[in-house]
T-cell receptor, first 116, second 116 residues
Framework: AQKITQTQPGMFVQEKEAVTLDCTYDTSDQSYGLFWYKQPSSGEMIFLIYQGSYDEQNATEGRYSLNFQKARKSANLVISASQLGDSAMYFCAMREGKNQGGKLIFGQGTELSVKP | GAVVSQHPSRVICKSGTSVKIECRSLDFQATTMFWYRQFPKKSLMLMATSNEGSKATYEQGVEKDKFLINHASLTLSTLTVTSAHPEDSSFYIC????????????FGPGTRLLVL
């Protein structure tokens, strides 16, 4: 069963507007972590933001914020004031409990295009 | 931030030859490194977890005799694609987890392999 689901293969957003990228997850662990990564066409994976399952507040990092809804098992990424340089693939990932060795499970990705 | 390098960044080889890809943590010691494979516009698929001084743990469906992993030191892991075939052409990315960190992984820039 898919553990991380990103239902938006592609998204368009106008420059300077905000955009939300969806991510839902499935786990029976009480302790887990959720990550968002950006992958531009060069291929490097750029860490954006992290949310721990026990964190009570939503994580924020500059223009990135994570809308964490634990009961719904969703961890959507919100990018405010989009810039042309935000055009890239975005991956949601989950790290399950400690006995999983820290490995990450990635979603299918969302390709974001920012229009001028 | 922590830096992970991969070498080579891209390689073209003939079918039947073996290719070695190196993953190095440049400014930290990594007890665990992960190897991923990614097809164009697709997600990262974990191939194996590499632990320093012990055998790698392969994910289901990954041939360990095909993809040899050696984690010889706390800063170096290698992935050797043996007897490469065109279907092995892909983007290979490693990540490294610092000895002191249970959460963070740092990704290398990736290696593009093309087997002719």
């Amino acid at each position: 069963a898919q553990k991380i689901t990103q239902t938006q293969p592609g998204m368009f957003v106008q420059e300077k507007e905000a955009v939300t990228l969806d991510c839902t997850y499935d786990t029976s662990d009480q302790s887990y972590g959720l990550f968002w990564y950006k992958q531009p066409s060069s291929g490097e994976m750029i860490f954006l933001i992290y949310q721990g399952s026990y964190d009570e507040q939503n994580a924020t990092e500059g223009r990135y914020s994570l809308n964490f809804q634990k009961a719904r098992k969703s961890a959507n990424l919100v990018i405010s004031a989009s810039q042309l340089g935000d055009s890239a693939m975005y991956f949601c990932a989950m790290r399950e409990g400690k006995n999983q060795g820290g490995k990450l499970i990635f979603g299918q990705g969302t390709e974001l295009s920012v229009k001028p | 931030g922590a830096v992970v390098s991969q070498h080579p960044s891209r390689v073209i080889c003939k079918s039947g030859t073996s290719v070695k890809i190196e993953c190095r943590s440049l400014d930290f010691q990594a007890t665990t490194m992960f190897w991923y494979r990614q097809f164009p516009k697709k997600s990262l698929m974990l191939m194996a977890t590499s632990n320093e001084g012990s055998k790698a743990t392969y994910e289901q469906g990954v041939e360990k005799d095909k993809f040899l992993i050696n984690h010889a030191s706390l800063t170096l892991s290698t992935l050797t694609v043996t007897s490469a075939h065109p279907e092995d052409s892909s983007f290979y990315i490693c990540s490294a987890r610092p000895r002191e960190s249970g959460t963070t992984q740092y990704f290398g820039p990736g290696t593009r392999l093309l087997v002719l």
